[in-house]
């Protein structure tokens, strides 16, 4: 008896299937982005496959490439989060939808604010992957020049087990672009004492420079400027900012050489280009 159900049931959910099939083949393809908001909620739909949600994961994302692919569609991009989010309902294992879906969102629609809230749903769903943080600190870094975003991204990219060495330069990078430089010099230090590789080594001793030296500078620049405010001229010479007492001592940079310093502009600077050192 029992097996009689099932097999009914199987039989009405595939005529159900076909039915919407039927119907929706006859909306034109340029009617056809209206009617996906009726798509019902992936996490309800898995209930009607039988433990095949995956199968159906895979359709749907199979459909989708082919509907993104449709230029003729203007109005494609404006359900594609409800799209991919029912694909990752369906099976949120799925890892390639999620990357795809913020391709599509970054570089057809224009979108990375959509491309975050796709990769965002698949770290969520898959917190050891790294590679959705990853993505996500590229497209802020690269796209909106959001370097605080890409920064935020890139240390939740590299606290997850397995993600590459890369993560915590490009995390360095990006809190030097937003003058966190003492996380900048933390992290380009561990990296320097951290790596077997002498290309990396350099790379991060050249960022250790052009770090050491930023936070020199502002020091410097600060010390100028409070001189000129008490004296009404530039200091000849940085040695006055100590016998002045602004500053204990002049500092240097990580070569220890002294800042060249301009008298008649008050501009202090590196001896060295950081990335030609």
């Not at 798509?39 to 209930?47: E, T």
């Not at 050249?206 to 010390?223: F, I, T």
Request: hydrophobic share 40%.
């Amino acid at each position: 008896m029992k097996k009689n159900l099932i097999v009914i049931i199987l039989l009405l959910s595939c005529a159900l299937f076909m039915g919407l099939k039927l119907i929706t083949d006859k909306i034109p393809r340029s009617n056809i982005g209206a009617s996906i908001i009726y798509i019902p909620s992936g996490k309800y739909l898995k209930h009607a496959t039988f433990g095949y949600s995956a199968l159906l994961a895979d359709l749907v994302y199979i459909w989708a490439i082919q509907y993104y692919s449709d230029y003729t569609i203007a109005e494609r991009y404006d359900h594609l989060d409800h799209i991919f989010s029912i694909i990752a309902e369906l099976d949120p294992r799925y890892l390639d939808p999620y990357e795809m879906g913020a391709i599509i969102a970054v570089y057809e629609a224009r979108d990375p604010y959509l491309a975050f809230k796709v990769l965002d749903r698949g770290l969520e769903k898959n917190p050891d992957q790294w590679i959705f943080p990853y993505q996500a600190g590229h497209y802020a870094a690269l796209t909106l020049k959001d370097y605080d975003l890409a920064r935020q991204y890139y240390q939740k990219t590299k606290e997850i087990e397995g993600a590459p060495a890369i993560a915590k330069r490009l995390f360095a990078d990006a809190a030097f672009k937003v003058t966190d430089y003492q996380a900048a010099w933390q992290n380009w230090w561990e990296v320097y004492l951290t790596t077997d590789d002498a290309r990396i080594k350099k790379i991060a001793s050249n960022h250790l420079y052009q770090v050491k030296s930023a936070m020199d500078l502002a020091q410097l620049k600060e010390a100028i400027e409070k001189y000129r405010q008490k004296y009404g001229q530039f200091p000849a010479e940085l040695g006055q900012l100590v016998r002045a007492g602004i500053l204990d001592s002049v500092p240097k940079d990580l070569d220890e050489k002294d800042y060249i310093y301009d008298p008649e502009t008050g501009d202090a600077e590196p001896s060295l280009v950081w990335w030609k050192r």
